[in-house]
Structures are given as structure tokens and as C-alpha cells.
């Protein structure tokens, strides 16, 4: 029904004008059979004739069912918003991320978690209302961090996820560098705070299970937090026995440089 409704629902006034014409051609159709199973091919009518008989009726029942059809695709499609989208921030959530991620993270792509530091200091100090700002400005940094192609998402209270596409060497310093160093919040009492992240890698030189590369950016994420926050940090598979894109086999968790 969601792809009816998706596929029959008019895109415009003209989609709408095209899309009644081939109802009403299609009442016409309809009648036109029906006259044939009660009347017989002899003396029957022609399917202009149908046709016409049949408008007076079908247009407006089909002015209508396109009219219905539109409201339930707008419906649909604010209710899947609702549904995947995080209301605070406006990025997607974790049902998006999980459902619009890939399913294997390929050598040329990253896992990342980025987890704001401190942040239940921030809203014990200065409230919930302070904290939820502080979230959309962190939000933004993140966004911004990011290059056309790499998604993000929110996927927990202070947590967030991120998929990068083509993440070389350089590219993951730059992006990981910028969002540990965090923003400079203002929470309007005349303090200006430095709001940091702990920022969580999953790298390999084989392609990874997206659980798997979850896992492993979450571990780097804690060995960032147990490193003094504000940095990150790289975790490679146990499986990797020669030194994948630079990093030392020697570490499980390393950082770039």
C-alpha cells in the first residue's frame, strides 16, 4: 500500500491534471467492460460512449481518490521524518543510521563514534535547556567537520555516529582532529566553555561488518575518554597481520600521527 500510495500520489498540478486524465480513462475502461458482460459484443456500445457515460461519475470520485492519495503520501512521509529524524538536532537518529548505513565498511571507509566530553557536567551546572543548545551547536561542528558523501547521525543522548566515505589517512586526521578540539560554547552566563569529544575510529584493511566496526569504534571511543578526552583514537581488527593504511600493527589503538 506505502508504494501505491507512493507511486500513484501527484507530484504537482501537472502530474495531478495527467494522473486524473488516467483515472478517468481508466473508469471509462472499466465501464466499457462492464457494458460488455451484460450486453454482449452485439449492439454494444463504444468505449467513447462508456467513456463518456462514466465521467460524470469518475471525475470527481477520482478528483477526490488523488486528492486522498496525496494527503496519505504527505502523511507517510511526515511520519517516517518523525520517525528517523532526531527532533533535537535535526540529524538522522540511530533507526536511520542503522537502516541507511551500509551493511560491510569497505577498506576505503571509516566507522566513527564521537562522544561529547563532560557533557552531564554541562547540563548539571547549567540545565537541560543550556545542554540541548549546547547539543545543536555541537551538532553543527560535526556536520560541518564532515565532507559531501560522509553521513551523520545522532544515535544516543551525547553520542554520535559517522560513516566516511574514501577516508584516507589525511583526510581522517583532519576530520578527527577538528572534532575532538570540540567549539567554544557560550551558555549565557558570561563563561565561555570549551566543549570537547572523545572521538572513536574503526579502520581495517579488509572489509568489516557494520557491528563489527561499531564495536571497535565504540572501544576506541573509551580508550580516547581513558586517554584524557579531547582526542582520538584508532582501533584496527585483531585479524590485520600487515599494517593497514599506515597504522602500527603493534597497537590496537593508535592515533594518526
Known amino acids: 500500500m506505502e508504494r501505491f500510495v507512493r507511486l500513484t500520489a501527484p507530484t504537482g498540478k501537472f502530474d495531478f491534471l495527467v494522473k486524473l486524465l488516467v483515472f478517468v ?9 462492464r457494458h460488455i458482460f451484460v450486453y454482449g459484443l452485439p449492439g454494444q456500445k463504444t468505449y467513447w460512449e462508456n467513456l463518456s457515460d462514466a465521467t460524470f461519475t469518475a471525475l470527481p470520485m477520482c478528483t477526490f481518490a ?32 542503522m537502516d541507511n548505513t551500509p551493511e560491510r565498511i569497505s577498506p576505503t571507509q571509516a566507522m566513527m563514534i564521537i562522544d561529547v566530553d563532560r557533557f552531564k557536567d554541562i547540563n548539571d551546572t547549567f540545565g537541560h535547556d543550556i545542554g540541548d543548545r549546547c547539543l ?35 583526510k581522517l586526521q583532519r576530520i578527527a582532529t577538528r572534532m575532538s578540539e570540540g567549539l567554544a560554547f557560550d551558555p549565557g552566563q558570561g563563561s565561555i566553555q570549551r566543549v570537547t569529544a572523545s572521538v572513536g575510529i574503526a579502520r581495517s584493511d579488509r572489509t568489516m561488518v557494520r557491528h563489527d566496526a561499531l564495536r571497535l569504534a565504540d572501544k576506541a571511543v573509551y580508550q580516547a575518554k581513558s586517554a584524557g578526552k579531547a582526542c582520538f583514537r584508532v582501533c584496527v581488527p585483531d585479524h590485520s597481520l600487515a599494517t593497514p593504511h599506515g597504522f602500527p600493527v603493534a597497537s590496537p589503538s593508535t592515533s594518526l600521527s
Open 66 to 97: 488523488l486528492l486522498l492519495i496525496g494527503h496519505l503520501n504527505a502523511l507517510q512521509k511526515r511520519l517516517y521524518l518523525q520517525a528517523t529524524r532526531d527532533a533535537l538536532t535535526e540529524l538522522p537518529n540511530r533507526r536511520w543510521f
Open 136 to 170: 545543536r551547536q555541537m551538532a553543527l561542528h560535526l556536520r560541518t567537520s564532515l565532507e559531501p558523501g560522509d553521513i551523520l547521525a545522532r544515535i544516543g543522548g551525547e553520542e554520535f555516529a559517522a560513516v566516511l566515505g574514501q577516508a584516507d589517512d589525511a
Open 25 to 33: 480513462l481508466i473508469s471509462g475502461l472499466m465501464n466499457h467492460v
